[in-house]
């Protein structure tokens, strides 16, 4: 070996120590089990497809999108909700004032806006989600609705902006959003006080988030401080150009026609495996194929899934209530009979007809990745 | 053996220009972590147009950048879309904390 490579092997061998020295310096994340770390400050934490084996996802699983830094916690008792805009009787809820308000629980899906960007090629910048950015979880809280009866907000409000108490650094834009009203509106649409039962987490929200079900994730905002009722839309980043999807299909990798975005409301159709594991190696023998699939505003109708590279379907299982907003989990108990590699896919179809689709459109930001599932695994003799 | 040569080729094209790459991972330290951890960057891999978009956002948020050409040739050859991407991190268990 001559001089050069020796060192040149050194140096890679010295890499690769540095590397494993470091994984066991990654973070803790309170109240999190071990998640997929995209970025720790702020956090934005995958659910790693193994923890998805339950109806309700646990918070301890529950993934993490933050856009701007974690605000500083919000004492229970300091805690005021401003309501305001379009309204007759301009409020200062305590959270005592919402938790008189009728509480609503529903079991309902929140999942980020770019879960799946990290399938897209060419690649989008964001962060890269693979099948993880999703959760479903039981929230209870009192109706958007009875919050702005209480305020006398006016007929003709046409949205609903929702400010958050994070804030950006230097001069990162605030993170507001805004909903048409109809869908605030909604008896569905909650601010919610609790997640599975429990006051919701810090990391989550405390002490209330909205939660816009069948909806994009970024809809569901943290934390709310204000609600107001408005004429138009806010136009701040986080609605424009933020969270936007091309009206009309780009070629991939071409920029984003900016008069031609449109905001990103109701959710697609689709389905994840997530068992067995992408690229898993297993005993020949029965494997039972698991995963969940749901499709915003719809319910799950079926779940079919190949074992052969897409030439034949058969049913999976579908178990729980066929309701809109939440998932469904399916399996299917496949009896391989041969050795070797095999693709597996899984296709979702909602109750209005929506069909996953072979190739989920390439867009700038890589938003909605919903094509059908695939995942590869190898089975061998024991 | 091909292999082999083919790093020492790779090795000595790196070398070229490793003080524009120090350069940019100096500025990378100093200008990209008052808002975010540097694994939301690490984490990606994108083209030179895409990255030189990203710091045209990152400066409009009012980012200061000294060596902005440093930084994005250190971003294209650490991070380009032709590197495989990272193996994913996993934070350490906090669910008993």
Redesign the interface.
């Known amino acids: 070996m001559s001089p050069n490579r020796r060192e040149l092997f050194a140096a890679l061998l010295t890499a690769g120590a540095i590397r494993a020295a470091h994984a066991a310096d990654e973070p803790v994340i309170p109240g999190k089990r071990p998640m997929i770390l995209h970025n720790d400050r702020p956090e934005d934490l995958e659910t790693p497809v193994r923890y998805f084996d339950s109806y309700l996802t646990p918070i301890d699983a529950f993934f993490v999108r933050q856009h701007l830094p974690r605000p500083a916690p919000i004492d229970r008792a300091q805690y005021r909700l401003t309501v305001n805009g379009m309204v007759s009787k301009p409020q200062q809820l305590t959270l005592a004032d919402l938790e008189k308000l009728p509480q609503h629980t529903l079991p309902a899906v929140i999942e980020c806006t770019g879960n799946g960007r990290g399938f897209y090629s060419p690649k989008v910048p964001g962060i890269q989600w693979l099948r993880g950015a999703i959760g479903n979880a039981e929230w209870t809280g009192p109706r958007i609705a009875d919050i702005l009866k209480l305020a006398g907000a006016s007929e003709s409000a046409a949205y609903l902006e929702t400010d958050g108490a994070d804030t950006g650094a230097i001069n990162t834009p605030d993170f507001i959003r805004s909903l048409p009203m109809k869908k605030a509106l909604h008896p569905a649409t909650l601010l919610a006080l609790k997640m599975n039962g429990q006051p919701l987490p810090d990391i989550h929200g405390a002490p209330a988030r909205l939660i816009v079900p069948g909806w994009d994730g970024t809809s569901s905002v943290k934390w709310v401080i204000r609600l107001s009722a408005a004429a138009q839309p806010n136009n701040g980043f986080f609605m424009n150009p933020g969270y936007r999807y091309p009206k009309y299909a780009l070629p991939p990798g071409t920029p984003a026609r900016p008069a031609e975005l449109e905001v990103i409301e109701g959710m697609p159709v689709k389905s994840s495996i997530t068992a067995p594991e992408d690229q898993a190696k297993l005993p020949l023998g029965p494997v039972t194929v698991r995963g969940f699939a749901w499709a915003g505003e719809e319910a799950i109708e079926r779940v079919d899934v190949s074992t052969d590279g897409g030439s034949r379907w058969q049913p999976a299982d579908l178990t729980g209530p066929k309701l809109p907003f939440a998932w469904r989990l399916w399996k299917l108990d496949w009896k391989p009979t041969q050795p070797g590699y095999y693709t597996i896919l899984s296709r979702a179809t909602d109750t209005a007809g929506r069909v996953q689709p072979i190739v989920s459109p390439w867009n700038p930001s890589g938003y909605l990745w919903n094509a059908i599932d695939r995942i590869g695994v190898l089975l061998e003799r024991a | 053996m091909r292999i ?1 040569i083919a ?2 080729f790779l ?1 000595a094209a790196l070398a070229a220009d490793q003080a524009t790459l120090d350069r940019g991972q100096k500025e990378e330290a100093r200008d990209c972590v ?4 540097l ?2 960057i690490h ?5 030179r147009a ?1 990255w030189n ?2 710091l045209d956002k990152m400066t ?4 200061k950048i000294t060596d902005r050409d440093a930084l994005l040739e250190y971003l294209v050859a650490n991070y380009g ?1 032709d590197k495989p ?1 990272p193996p ?8 008993k ?1």
């Open positions: 082999g790093l020492i090795g008052a808002c975010h951890s694994r939301l984490s990606q891999r994108l083209s895409t978009k990203e409009g948020w009012g980012t879309d991407a994913p991190a996993m934070s350490q268990d906090g669910a904390h």
